[in-house]
């Protein structure tokens, strides 16, 4: 089995930098995908990251340690709009953590 | 336009109903799976499918039902022995595991 833990929320300030972390324990493993849900609506992808190391898109930048069973989420030049449940998923079969909340203010 | 696509978006049901949630992809993706979200929760895993005719069950299987008879399909069941059945209900599908999923829009289910 496996077992995926993120923080429930987090509060930050448009313009800045937040990082997500997640943890996981899992019998094996062959990737971990972070998504976006906007509250009442479909996750959407993100990232996914197999190998160590940090893999950078735009704004969003995911880092991966296999040996530490941790991952990270940062958003950068945070932007109102990124107020969402950020989840993050092993995908031994494609379970979910619990995500974490963001709430962006001015 | 490729996508996967989940109807009706909202359903409503009487308690002790069977009602079956429709999820179809064409996306020629092998893998299929089912959600249940509660409200401020995550994703729950009910059922998933790697291949055709092939399903295994996922965290909280008990009380749904689901079937894989042609590969753009992957209808969900809820039986009436789903004891809390009211929910927001998501349908997924990939490539395989080492691949993103994409969602469909969802569908709320509400039982009364």
């Known amino acids: 089995g496996q077992n995926i833990d993120q923080p429930t929320e987090m509060t930050a300030t448009e313009g800045a930098i937040v990082q997500i972390n997640c943890t996981y324990q899992?019998?094996?493993?062959?990737?971990l995908f972070w998504y976006q849900q906007h509250a009442g609506e479909a996750p959407t992808f993100l990232s996914y990251?197999?190998?160590?190391g940090l893999e950078e898109k735009g704004r969003f930048s995911s880092f991966l340690s296999r040996s530490k069973g941790y991952s990270y989420l940062l958003l950068k030049e945070l932007q109102m709009k990124d107020s969402a449940s950020y989840l993050c998923?092993?995908?031994?079969?494609?379970?979910f953590g619990a995500g974490t909340r963001l709430t962006v203010k001015p | 336009d490729g996508g996967i696509t989940q109807s009706p978006k909202y359903l409503f049901r009487k308690e002790g109903q069977n009602v079956t949630l429709s999820c179809e992809q064409n996306?020629?993706?092998?893998?299929m799976y089912w959600y249940r979200q509660d409200p401020g929760q995550g994703l729950r895993l009910i059922y998933y499918?790697?291949?055709?005719?092939?399903?295994q069950k996922g965290d909280i299987a008990e009380g749904y039902s689901v079937s894989r008879e042609k590969k753009e399909s992957f209808p969900l069941t809820v039986t009436s022995a789903q004891k809390n059945p009211t929910a927001f209900y998501l349908c997924?599908?990939?490539?395989?595991?080492?691949?993103?999923?994409?969602f469909g829009q969802g569908t709320r289910l509400t039982v009364v």
């Open positions: 998923a092993v995908f031994t079969d494609m379970r």
């Open positions: 499918s790697q291949i055709v005719n092939d399903f």
């Open positions: 990251n197999v190998l160590d």
């Open positions: 997924a599908s990939s490539m395989g595991l080492r691949s993103e999923a994409f």
């Open positions: 996306l020629n993706h092998d893998a």
């Open positions: 899992t019998s094996g493993f062959n990737g």
